[in-house]
């Protein structure tokens, strides 16, 4: 990688906590850029397609999707954080899908005014989780003791939940030990709690106000 990147972001967004990860976890000097994303400007329009971030700006090119950012990441700067063997690489690719349709579920709950729906999302996350409760093993990480990709997908979604637990206990880590032995490694490393701006949590409760949605009925506890 040539060059100082640039990390076009917003304050909420797992995707670009995810970008923000994988370049610190690489000791990546980097330059973020927070955009409106309820008042786009057009330059950023110009360089995302479909109009989402994170969007990566490094030597005169410019990548978009969070995907491709840290695939990109990955394969030029070290330490390597997927696995070498092929199989394995591939699976982990695999479980950062089944981690952004966790993200998908989480936002149905933030944002949903149906009872019915909610319950369902919740329900979408406890089947999920505990189908990443089976995958683990005994070690901090989704690997075991080393730090990969898949982690610095399921860290984001862990984080929610810091704000989620203080509305209710929406019950959807009961039961799994490894998760939530995971979900507290996650927070407690560096390149995880570094991924956001200091007062995430107060931002986050703010657009749940501003959602109005039943999340914040604390009858909906498990």
């Known amino acids: 990688m040539t060059g100082k990147p640039t990390l076009i972001s917003f304050d909420l967004c797992p995707y670009v906590q ?8 690489k000791n990546v000097t980097f330059e973020r850029v927070d955009i409106d994303l309820e008042n786009k400007p057009d330059w950023f329009l110009k360089i995302s397609p479909l109009g989402k971030v994170p969007v990566l700006q490094v030597g005169g090119e410019t990548l978009f999707e969070s995907a491709a950012i840290v695939e990109y990441l990955d394969e030029t700067a ?5 696995p070498q063997d092929p199989l394995t690489r591939a699976r982990h ?8 349709s966790i993200l998908s579920d989480i936002w149905t709950m933030e944002t949903t005014h149906d009872r019915t729906v909610f319950g369902n999302a919740v329900a979408a996350l406890k089947g999920k989780f505990a189908r990443v ?7 901090l ?8 990709i898949v982690d610095a997908v399921f860290a984001p979604a862990f984080r929610y939940f810091d704000v989620f637990d203080t509305i209710a206990d929406f019950g959807v880590f009961d039961g799994l030990p490894k998760l939530v032995k995971w979900r507290a490694a996650l927070a407690e490393r ?6 956001v701006i200091f007062d995430y949590e107060d ?15 604390k009858r909906l506890a498990a």
């Open 203 to 217: 931002r986050l409760r703010r657009f749940l106000e501003k959602k109005g949605g039943v999340i914040l009925d």
């Open 78 to 82: 070290t330490p390597q954080l997927h």
């Open 141 to 148: 990480y989704f690997a075991g003791a080393s730090f990969t």
């Open 190 to 195: 560096p390149s995880v709690r570094e991924a």
């Open 18 to 25: 995810r970008a923000a990860i994988v370049l610190a976890e």
């Open 133 to 139: 409760e089976a995958e683990l093993g005994e070690g």
């Open 93 to 100: 690719r695999a479980w950062m899908e089944v981690g952004s």
